[in-house]
C-alpha cells in the first residue's frame, strides 16, 4: 500500500455560472460530506471561486482554479495571482493544462515559473502534462513526457517538489471517451516518478501522480488499483455532482 493519499480532482473547464456553481457545491457535499478517506478538489473558473468559498470553505472539499500568473502584482491585464486566490480560499491550482499549452501558446519556461510561484504561495499545483497522438503513435510519449516534467520542475528544491501534484493527461484521451488503459497510464505514471527520483531523489515517493482522460465511473478504480497512479483529474464527468460523486466512491 502506498502511503501516499488518494487525490481526486475536478475540472470544470470553462463551464457553470455562480448559480450552477452554488447549486453543484450544495448538491455534491450532500453525496460526498462524510468522505474523509481521500482528498478531493474541484477547479473552477475564476468566476465560480467566490461562491465555492461561500459552499465549501468549512467542508472538506477543497477548492482550486485552473490558472494563474506568476507575478504578484502589477499592469498584468486579464491575469489572476496565487494572493487572489488564496483570498478565495483556493488551496490547488491546475498549471500547465494541455488546453492552455495548445489555445493560449502557454510553454515549459512560462508554466515552470507559474509552478514556482504557486509553491511560494503555498499553493499546491497540479501540474499537467500528457503526449498527443502523434507523439504516442512515434514511440515519443515517455520521453516526451519525461522532458516537461523536467522542464517544468527546474529549480525547485526537494522540499518545494513534495507539494506538488503531478496530472498525466494524454491528450488524445482528453475528452475523447478513448481512456487510456491502466496499464498504459501506469508505465507513464511509473516514468514520471522515476523522472522526479532522478531530480527529487527519495522525496518522489511522495509525490502523488494523477491520471486524467476520459475518467469515469466505470473507469475509476482500476486506475487507482495501480501503483503509481494516487488519483484523478476529472473533465467532463466531474460536471454533474453525482457523477463526480459516484468516482469519488469507487476511487475509495
Ligand atoms: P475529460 O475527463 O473530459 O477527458 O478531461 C480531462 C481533463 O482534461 C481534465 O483536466
Redesign the pocket.
Known sequence: MSKRRRLI???W?MNKTTSEARDYAMAFLEKVGDVTDLDMVI?APFTALAVLKEELEESIVHIGA?NMYHEAKGAFTGEISAEMLKDLACTYV?LG???RREYLKEDDELIAKKVKAALEAGLTPIL?VGENLTLREAGKALAFVRGQVEKDLVDLQPAELRKVVI?Y?PIW?????K?ASAEDAQEMCSAIRSTLAGIAGAVAQEIRILY?????PGNIAELVAQPDIDG???????LEASEFAQIIQNAR
Open positions: 480532482a475536478g475540472n473547464k477547479c485552473q491546475i493544462h494541455s488546453e499537467c496530472a493527461e484521451a482528453i475528452g475523447t471517451g481512456t486524467g482522460g476520459s475518467v469515469k484523478a483529474l476529472v473533465g467532463g464527468a466531474s
